[in-house]
């Protein structure tokens, strides 16, 4: 099993930023890639970047520029520097791990608002 907690969402007025963090624990393999989702109310779950255990990121269209994904492997731990962030952003945001298995996190919720 693999753990995951998440932190760093909350309430932003458009055009701000907000860094999301994600620390892994458990059965963690070398190989493997993580990546945050979000999910906006009747909507369904939409990936927004990941990245793997060799760095190699991958991002949704409406983030790219804006959005950074990154990670620290000694710590397990995976970030989202979100800047210039919109109404359209908000969601709940969701972390998951994924190698040969899947595992994702309780979600934190993003609301940009003024």
């Known amino acids: 099993q693999v753990q995951l907690v998440e932190s760093g969402g909350g309430l932003v007025q458009p055009g701000g930023s907000l860094r999301l963090s994600c620390a892994a624990s458990?059965?963690?393999?070398?190989?493997?890639?993580m990546g945050w989702y979000r999910q906006a109310p009747g909507k369904q779950r939409e990936l927004v970047a990941a990245?793997?255990?060799?760095?190699?990121?991958n991002y949704a269209e409406p983030v790219k520029g804006r959005f950074t994904i990154s990670r620290d492997n000694a710590k397990n731990t995976v970030y989202l520097q979100m800047n210039s962030l919109k109404p359209e952003d908000t969601a709940v945001y969701y972390c998951?791990?994924?190698?040969?298995?899947?595992?994702w996190g309780q979600g934190t919720q993003v609301t940009v608002s003024s």
């Open positions: 998951q791990y994924s190698d040969s298995r899947q595992f």
């Open positions: 458990g059965s963690i393999f070398f190989i493997n890639a």
């Open positions: 990245i793997t255990s060799d760095g190699r990121t």
